[in-house]
């Protein structure tokens, strides 16, 4: 185990160096980033990131989402995946915000997942983010490189969740979702992974290692 977390440490710092930007959803305020993660579900960040602007000077407090017709909330994001579902939610989580919370997002994760459309990710990426309070947000990138690295056989995000909390610092639990997401658009991405190019290649348990497609 120890060996373990020495390794893992050594690959999130690793990654750490590799990837210096801040993640796409790394929104700032609590209220920006729940509700940049929500829509994100099902999309792109990029996709979300083009509506979010609009969206935002529309709906700029709880109040004025609260108050909106769902159907007006779908219309400015209808470009994303699940638009009108998402509509749903974000009208309910405003509501519930202004009701239970006092307009404020709130800072524990029982608080956060009892809100409409937030799940454990959603919620990790708003304690890490905006709250600066270690949480790891395992989404289908950190899911799938996780369980490639051999860090977890699990077969949920909860259970790879608990896994890395045994496995990494919790200084470097921050840094999990902020680097595994641009590794795994870049480097170790679905399907094949681009193992040749790999910075932590090293200390990975996936096999075969791929190699550089030839060139004619």
Request: net charge positive; charged share 25%; with cysteine.
């Amino acid at each position: 185990m120890i060996f373990m977390t020495e390794s893992a440490t050594k690959v999130i710092q690793t990654l750490g160096k590799c990837y210096t930007k801040k993640g796409d959803m790394d929104l700032g305020s609590p209220e920006d980033t729940i509700l940049g993660v929500l829509m994100s579900a099902r999309t792109t960040d990029k996709q979300v990131l083009r509506v979010f602007p609009a969206f935002r000077k529309k709906f700029h407090t709880w109040t004025s989402l609260a108050k909106a017709d769902v159907a007006d909330i779908a219309a400015s994001i209808n470009t994303i995946g699940l638009y009108k579902s998402k509509a749903k939610a974000i009208k309910g989580l405003a509501q519930k915000v202004l009701k239970d919370f006092g307009g404020k997002v709130p800072r524990t994760m029982g608080e956060l997942t009892s809100l409409p459309g937030v799940g454990r990710k959603t919620a990790s990426c708003v304690l890490s983010y905006s709250f600066h309070v270690p949480a790891i947000a395992v989404d289908t990138h950190v899911f799938r490189i996780v369980r490639r690295l051999g860090w977890s056989k699990g077969k949920t995000p909860e259970k790879v969740e608990q896994d890395l909390k045994r496995l990494v610092p919790e200084r470097l639990w921050g840094e999990i979702n902020r680097t595994m997401v641009q590794f795994g658009r870049d480097i170790c991405i679905g399907g094949t992974p681009r193992c040749w190019k790999c910075p932590v290649a090293k200390w990975c348990a996936f096999t075969p290692k791929t190699s550089a497609p030839k060139t004619a």
